[in-house]
């Protein structure tokens, strides 16, 4: 059951993120984002993190989607037209490029799941808990997680920067 | 987390409050932009005396970061490079009329990244030290936003940066996969006990890591950014660009593979000798048909990655040692050299000089046209610079492990890159210039140039300082 | 008395940063008395120190000054070491004795230029870095001389820089020196990894024990060699030095003949002991001297800028100071590399001082009959073309001899080096003699307009001592055949190695054999020279008539002519064809066009990759991608 729930999941998930890239109407491609962000939850929950699975629905599906679905709107963005200096060979370089990565890395990864153990342990109790997440993130990962919020505010100084007209 | 852990962080928490006050000054109704540079360079000053002197060796925040003489010089390094870096910014900032702390506070950032990836015990520092260097530098390699240029060097080196960092953050999802876990000590321990759950993945999450160093660092086929980004960025930011991130790049991949990978090197050796190869190659090649000086010098500090790749080939006692040697000297020769350049675009229609502009500069100052030479010469690795003595404890360490081929290799490379070196050589010493009012040299880019002449002719007369310093920073991981 | 060692290499320097830095408060006269004092200082400084050796018994002549540890790290202990023994001794006294003969000369020759503070100190660096070269006693600071004078020689080649050809000049010359440099650099890599130390001195106490393989050292030897190739002008990498004639004569007499190209010359001398254990190497190093040396003094035969002919002649002399090298005769090239430097500067110096006397004009048929004009030139410059060709009684005599000797002696008879040797001895007579001929004899050819005048005692002065040191330079080494007692070979000696195969080892033996095969030089010499005149004197327009140019052939009916005639169509026709084929063909076409194809090839693959940086985002993120595909292959699936 859960199998066939992961291989449906990832199936989505793959769809429709290369729908999200291969799409040239913007709002469409968020709205695949969101769907892709959606199936993405569900493997969380497969795997027992349901406290990140919520949290991938609330915040990225949720909230973040929302704000960029709003930002398109408002910036009437026009579809995106096919682009006349794409001569057909870079056509083709881009496929067989994309093409030689897709096929290497699947085989690498086949080889390599191929070597995992194929007995699955059981998680702990409280395992994905919200007790959990937050034990690790403030003793062992305390470092990390205050160094992602200066990430953020670092980031967002850079955007307020490029973004502001008149400074 | 104790008062250790916040004692061993100290450097980093002096930048950031530096930084977040110059955000401050500058939105105040009326900022005294004078005072902004000073307050940066005030800040790296009592950040560089608590890097060096507080704090016990050991490890802090639950096993997150290792304080070691190692991490220590290299901090150390990378704050005299940010300070140098700022110096010479200040002078082209004022001139082009866009001195704003963002700048100085967005450098101090990146170089609070900087402190934490060399200090990182766990791949998820390295990873969020990497982005906290990436990050400022994709803004201020687009900050002068009128200049097009600038805007294209940000938007690329954003997008390319962007997407080498997912195949590192892929590379630490497969790692942890294979080891279950992200720290050195226990990725280390799975590999060399052999308790990973699979060989291939961990070796392919270190591949994906691989890739995303040689993007920061600029190693070929990587490094196709490097000359549109620093070519576009403006002068003063090239200079931090085309060194600050290989510093921190090349230091931290070395510990990492020490620490972690030396045992595997059986299955990496020869990418990473391709790798090289291919780096020099291509870097010293492309740097002959440049006359633009800013994109020789990106050429050319393509070329040195690949020099330094020799290094991380190796990775024993010998080649760490020649590799924080050759790291320290093409840091501030580059720093130096492009502090120059960015003196050059005075009164240049366009804002890249070509070697046109060096015309005659022996006889506008004599002073500015002999530390010129002297980093150009360095970075050829003219004997008596400490630029050939770096490039003679590479060789001879690659050599030593048994890498003839690629040693003949490098000789010739750097035998070809004399050709493009001297070009302004001779263009200043050989042909008059149109100009022959000597350019004002500003107070600011003197220690940059002062630096240069230590590191370049000093370490080349008196090497042994800074052989004992690298060789007992060196010793703390290898 | 070592401690002043180092002001030898110091005054140089100190002449280079005052002529570099404040050459703007300086006239052009006092710039180059600086730079003539400067050089001055370390000639007597170098005099002095080289009596002190004399008065030295002869196993511990070895002034050593160690200015300061370099590098005091481990296994690395490279000391900054100044070591003057008989061998820098000689070169030092050569490099500061004619460098100041040609600095003072230069006052004179680049008064009227422009650039003449940046001339001088150039010119000062460049005997600061060539002092280096000859006095270091680590591989590390050697190289920095040898980088040095290549950087100078580069910058002083393209002195006039409104030249395209002369910036071409000097780029060619920079080419082809990266190549010899490159077997330089990795020679230096591979010995400090085996030795562990880059010290001459050990080195070559190190390197007769055991446990060192031959392929080793004759890998290291020829990897040394070729740099010594690069720098010395041999084949195949000769064709940079007649371009480099492009650079004022002054600097063509002091770095293209005197000093800077005998640099090879002397890197393999002061390795002798390394060397002397690789016999393929040394027959390497006979057989490109011995090709180099008949091939040059071919090709000087039909040039017609006096300073190509010098040029040709310098590359073939060089040559025969490798054949020397290459049969163990180490310190008869040293001899050779000494007289030659005296006579081949002479040469030099007069042919700028007939440059300068012409109104800059360098082709040999538009002189003519200029003895009377410039009769101290023309004095001088006939001593010096009498020294090389082999006069007895001057100094190229008593070292070409020696070389010949040594060659001869080396296979124990008559062998093919020793037979280019003679025939090279022969064409050197006629190439000079021919010069001096066109030069000084015959009709005036000069255009109206031009009026010759002998140039003024500054640069006559320097001649005249030039011509006496090249009367009296073969003296130091009077082989004992003459009843002398080659003082300069014992003096040289205790440095040198014994090559197994070496032709030193018998010398003592047979001087009436030696008697007679100096005479049979000579006899060659004097036969040359003598049709030199014939051609170029009695006959001037023989050449050109045995060519079948022209119509007067027939006018010509006397039987002697009849004879001269025969010969010169089979022989010098032939031989003109050759010359050209070699000149034109070989050396322009092929070698010029190697060279130039391995300078075009890497600007194109340049260009190729700079095509590849488009600009486009997408183009770099799939090369990206590629990359990454590289390295998940090669680490992953290996």
Known sequence: ?167 | MGSADILSTLPELVLIATALLLLVMESAAEPHRELLAATALGGLAIALVTALGYGADGLYYSGMLQVDPYARFVSALALVLAALAIMVAVPYLRRTLEERGEYYSLMLFATVGMLLMVKAQDLTMVFLGLELLSIPLYVLAGFYRHRSSSNEAGLKYLLLGAFAAGFFLFGIALLYGSTGTTSYSGMAQAINSGTELSRVLTLAGFGLLLVGFAFKVALAPFHMYAPDVYEGAPTSMSAFLSTGPKLAGFATLLKLIAVVFAGTMVHWWTAIWILAALTMTVGNLAALRQDSLKRMLAYSSVAHAGYLALAILVTNYDSGFAMLFYLTVYVLTTLAAFGIVSLLEEGEESAMPGVEACKGLARRNPWLAAAFTLALLSLAGFPPTAGFLGKFFLFNATLDAGYLWLVILAVLNSLVSVYYYLRPVVAMYMQPGKNTSALPIPRMLIPALLALAVVALGAGFIPAPLVHATASAISAIL | MADTLYLLVLFPFIGFLVNGLGGRWLSGKQSGLVASLAVAGSFLIGAQLFLGLLARPEDNRRLVQTLFTWLPVGELNIHVTYVFDPLAAIMVLVITGVGLLIHIYSIGYMRDDPGIRRYFAYLNLFTFMMLNLVLSDSLVLLFMGWEGVGLCSYLLIGFWFSDAAKARAGMKAFVVNRIGDAGFLIAMIMIFDRFGTLSMADISWLAPGAGIDTTFITTVTLLMFVGAVGKSAQVPLYVWLPDAMAGPTPVSALIHAATMVTAGVYLVARNSALFALAPITMGIIAAIGTITALLAAIIAITQTDIKKVLAYSTISQLGYMFIALGVGAFSAAIFHLMTHAFFKALLFLGAGSVIHGMGDEQDLRKMGRLRQLMPTTFMTMTIGALAIAGLPGLAGFFSKDEILWSAFNSSGGISWIWLVGLATAGLTAFYMARMLFLTFFGERRWAEGVKPHESPSVMTVPLIILAFLSIVGGYAGVPEALGGHNALHHFLAPLMATFQASGEASQAANHPLELLLMLLSTGVVLVAAYYAYRFFVQQPGLPETAAGKFPQLYRLSNRRFYVDEIYALLIIRPFRALADLLWKWIDVRIIDNLVNLAGRTTERLGGALRLMQSGLIQHYASLLLLGVVFILLAVAMG
């Open chain 1, 1 to 167: 059951m859960t199998t066939a729930l992961f291989y449906l999941f990832s199936i989505f998930l793959l769809g429709s993120a290369l729908f999200v890239v291969l799409n040239r109407h913007p709002v469409y491609s968020v709205v695949m984002l969101v769907f892709s962000f959606a199936n993405l939850a569900g493997i969380y929950f497969l795997l027992e993190a349901y406290f990140i699975g919520i949290l991938q629905v609330l915040v990225y599906a949720g909230a973040i989607m929302v704000l960029f679905l709003f930002v398109v709107m408002l910036l009437n963005v026009s579809p995106e037209r096919p682009r006349a200096r794409w001569v057909p060979l870079d056509r083709w370089w881009f496929g067989a490029v994309a093409l030689v990565f897709v096929i290497s890395l699947g085989a690498l990864l086949v080889r390599g799941v191929g070597q995992l153990p194929s007995a699955r342990s059981e998680v702990p109790d409280g395992f994905g808990g919200i007790t959990q997440i937050a034990e690790a993130l403030f003793s062992r990962y305390l470092l990390p997680f205050e160094t992602a919020a200066l990430l953020l505010t670092v980031a967002l100084v850079g955007t307020v920067f490029l973004a502001k007209r008149k400074i």
